[in-house]
């Protein structure tokens, strides 16, 4: 099975920094299928990313995903007050879906 | 509005049984995976199993087969999660999700807050 690791565990940054958030699977997956989402505080997650570099309806400019093979990278440009929340990876393949643990974005 | 409604918050004793619920609304709900997502207290996001309400066709993910079971009654666009015999370790949030393309959740619902005390 196709395990996700995400890194680094917590990322401490400032408004208007740029953050990268990366997603390493661990055998070679299809970009198809990797997806990112965040979560903030007493919220339901929501779809940023999906096909590893396509955002979701109403997704910020700000917001971008690249890779392939088994590393991926979620970029923030500039982040804004509301962007500080947790971030996941997700995998689907073979009928199974996979999250990363996950990377929380906070304020330095 | 394109909108997944769950079933409010339950507290249940271990050993009880539990069925939440999940009703799509504002598209095609017969044509699209629903699912289902476990967030345990202050933890990451669990892929639990995902049903497709137009043939009932479910799939689990491996930790949650055989420890719940997933339905839908497509007459009334409704997922279902249901558990016979409630642990403890079941406290959870529990989000019913949509997938388009059987790749990404695109849809979430509010969650369903369960939790299991004696």
């Known amino acids: 099975d196709i395990v996700l690791t995400q890194s680094p565990g917590t990322l401490s940054l400032s408004p208007g920094e740029r953050a990268t958030l990366s997603c390493r699977a661990s055998q070679h997956i299809s970009s198809t299928y990797l997806a990112w989402y965040q979560q903030k505080p007493g919220q339901s997650p929501r779809l940023l990313i999906h096909a590893a570099s396509y955002r979701a309806t109403g997704i910020p400019d700000r917001f971008s995903g690249s890779g392939s093979g088994t590393d991926f990278t979620l970029t923030i440009s500039r982040l804004e007050p509301e962007d500080f929340a947790v971030y996941y990876c997700?995998?689907?393949?073979?009928?199974?879906?996979?999250f990363g643990p996950g990377t929380k974005v906070d304020i330095k | 509005d394109v909108q997944l409604v769950q079933s409010g918050a339950e507290v249940k004793k271990p050993g009880q049984s539990l069925k939440i619920s999940c009703q799509g609304s504002?598209?095609?709900?017969?044509?699209?995976?629903t699912g289902w997502v476990r967030q345990m207290p202050g933890k990451g996001l669990e892929w639990m199993g995902i049903?497709?309400?137009?043939?009932?066709?479910?799939r689990y993910g491996p930790a949650f087969e055989g420890q719940v079971i997933i339905s839908a009654d497509k007459s009334i666009n409704t997922a279902y999660l249901k558990w016979i015999s409630l642990k403890a370790s079941d406290t959870a949030m529990y989000y019913c999700?949509?997938?388009?393309?059987?790749?990404?959740?695109?849809?979430w619902g509010l969650g369903t807050m369960v939790t299991v005390s004696s």
């Open positions: 999700v949509r997938t388009a393309n059987y790749d990404s959740f695109d849809l």
């Open positions: 504002g598209y095609d709900f017969s044509s699209y995976w």
């Open positions: 997700q995998h689907y393949g073979s009928f199974l879906f996979t």
């Open positions: 049903i497709y309400p137009g043939d009932s066709d479910t």
